[in-house]
């Protein structure tokens, strides 16, 4: 068995030891925050529907809702606008003509809620608040969802707006698949979720999470959006993350949670988006023809995002600003 000196010489000798000081250097952002150092209450939100959303997040934090009431009503302004084709109402069906919604929540408390392949509920954010809130679960899907969402006061109706159903036949006629490969010519074409994250003034931190998915999807397909820790994940203690693009991607890495736990481990938001995406290019082959944007925000208030692809840009509400930042992307 090796001793502790002969492990620390064979580390030593295989150069691994140089690169621990970068490594010990790191401290975790302290959960005690003052006044004085943190930026906030603070939003950030994917893609430029967040800055309506970011608008509604802090209007609810200012009128004295929690931090809970900021998320939810944020992102329900997208998944309520017929002309957003990623969200919600006249959000991209799947090949069947199927509109059918993912969501996902989680609150300061680290409590979580999340709905999947939910369909004709205009507001799938406030069903997997729901869930987080009023159930021992974390997850309903599918039928159970939509009666769960119907037992509870939520009213049925057809999500797929006569410009969906339009758009949807014309993509039958070539009924051609291949989500994101024309990037360069199409960015947007086959996504665009709301992801957002809001801090208090108290520095306590939820996040939200809301999309139709993939447009023309295999029906029963569902992404990274309802999982947590990968569309969204939030530590009170550290700070929280969300993303958006491929979600398949996302799900081999299960990223959100890797960027809060590499924020945990002293990375600034930006740096731990910058490696959840590198993390994406090591393991996943199909990221040179994939978009991914991660966006973070940490207990400072301090923000970042990463993406694969450029393209991506994101919204930010701090210190009485809302606009819209283009992110730096990997490729
Ligand atoms: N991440 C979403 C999904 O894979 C897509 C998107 O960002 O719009 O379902």
Not at 167 to 177: G, I, M, N, R, V
Not at 192 to 199: K, V
């Amino acid at each position: 068995m090796l001793n502790r000196r002969k492990f620390l010489e064979k580390l030593s000798a295989a150069g691994v030891l140089t690169l621990l000081p970068e490594v010990v250097k790191s401290v975790p952002v302290p959960a005690g925050i003052t006044d004085d150092n943190i930026a906030a209450p603070a939003v950030i939100s994917t893609w430029s529907h967040g800055i309506p959303a970011n608008k509604k997040a802090m209007e609810v934090m200012q009128m004295g809702g929690s931090v809970v009431d900021a998320v939810e009503q944020a992102v329900m302004i997208p998944e309520a606008d017929p002309m957003n084709r990623s969200v919600g109402l006249g959000g991209t069906p799947d090949r069947d003509g199927h509109v059918t919604l993912d969501a996902s929540i989680m609150g300061p408390d680290g409590n979580a809620g999340s709905v999947c392949f939910l369909e004709h509920i205009i507001h799938p954010i406030s069903v997997a608040r729901l869930v987080m809130e009023k159930t021992p679960h974390v997850m309903l899907a599918g039928e159970g969802a939509l009666q769960f969402a119907l037992e509870n006061g939520f009213e049925e109706q057809n999500l797929l707006t006569p410009e969906t159903e339009k758009a949807w036949k014309e993509w039958l006629k070539e009924s051609d698949y291949n989500p994101e490969v024309n990037w360069e010519d199409k960015p947007n074409e086959f996504h665009d979720t709301i992801g957002l994250l809001a801090m208090d003034k108290n520095g306590d931190m939820a996040g939200a999470c809301t999309t139709s998915g993939l447009g023309y999807k295999i029906r029963g397909r569902v992404g990274d959006s309802p999982i947590i820790g990968a569309g969204l994940f939030v530590d009170n203690e550290i700070g929280g993350a969300t993303a958006t693009g491929m979600g398949e991607l996302v799900m081999k890495t299960l990223g959100s949670f890797l960027v809060v736990e590499l924020m945990r481990q002293g990375r600034s938001p930006q740096q731990a988006c910058k490696e959840a995406v590198e993390r994406i290019v090591q393991k996943v082959p199909e990221n040179k023809i994939r978009q991914v944007g991660f966006i973070a925000m940490n207990k400072r208030g301090e923000t970042g995002a990463f993406c694969l692809q450029p393209g991506f840009n994101y919204a930010v509400h701090q210190k009485g600003e809302n606009k819209m930042i283009d992110s730096r992307s990997y490729y």
